[in-house]
C-alpha cells in the first residue's frame, strides 16, 4: 500500500545494495562507491552463509552424536514385550527412521554447499540447507515428546520454557 517492497528473505534483500537507485544514492551523497556496495552486498551473502553452515554443522553433530544415541538406547532399555509399549516404540522407530533421513539428507547437501559465487551459495543455503535443517527438527521435536526426559540428551522445550 505504501509501495514498499516485501522482501521475505535476508538473502533477497541483500541484491538491494547494488541496484541503480542504491548505487546512485549512496555516490551522490559520497558514501560509498559501487565497488563499496557490491563488496559489502558479497559479504552479506557470505556472513549469512557461514551463519547457516555453523547451525547445520550444529544440528548434524547434536543429532548424531546426542539426539540418535538417547534414542537408542532408550529403546534398547525398555526390553517390555507388552502391546503398550510396542505400539510406542513402534512411534519412536518411524520418527527415528525419518530423523536419520534427514540427518543423511542435510549432511549430504551441506557438504555440497559451496558454490561458484556467494550469492549463489547463500540462496542454496536458504534454499536448501534451511529446508534440510527444517526436515531435522520435526521428527526431533516429536521424538523429544516420546522419548522419557531422563533419556533425553538436551534440555526440552519445557525446560527452557519453564526453569531457566
Known sequence: RRGLPNIKSMVDAAS???????????????????AELESREEITYETYTKYINIEALTMI???????????????EAVGCDASVQKERLEAVTVE???????????????????????????????????SDMA????????????????FWPIPTYGDLLFEV
Request: glycine residues 2%; hydrophobic residues 50%; contains cysteine.
Open 135 to 150: 526436515a531435522l527438527r520435526a521428527p526431533a521435536d516429536k521424538l523429544e515428546m516420546l522419548v522419557d526426559k531422563d
Open 61 to 75: 553433530s547434536m543429532a548424531s552424536k546426542q539426539i540418535l544415541p538417547a534414542v537408542i538406547s532408550s529403546v
Open 16 to 34: 538491494a545494495l547494488t541496484t541503480d537507485k542504491a548505487v546512485a544514492l549512496f555516490e551522490k551523497f559520497g558514501i560509498f562507491t559501487k
Open 96 to 130: 527415528l527412521k525419518a530423523m536419520n533421513a534427514a540427518l543423511e539428507k542435510l549432511k549430504a547437501d551441506q557438504a555440497n554447499g559451496e558454490k561458484e559465487c556467494a550469492k549463489c551459495t547463500a540462496i542454496y543455503y536458504h534454499d536448501i540447507i534451511m
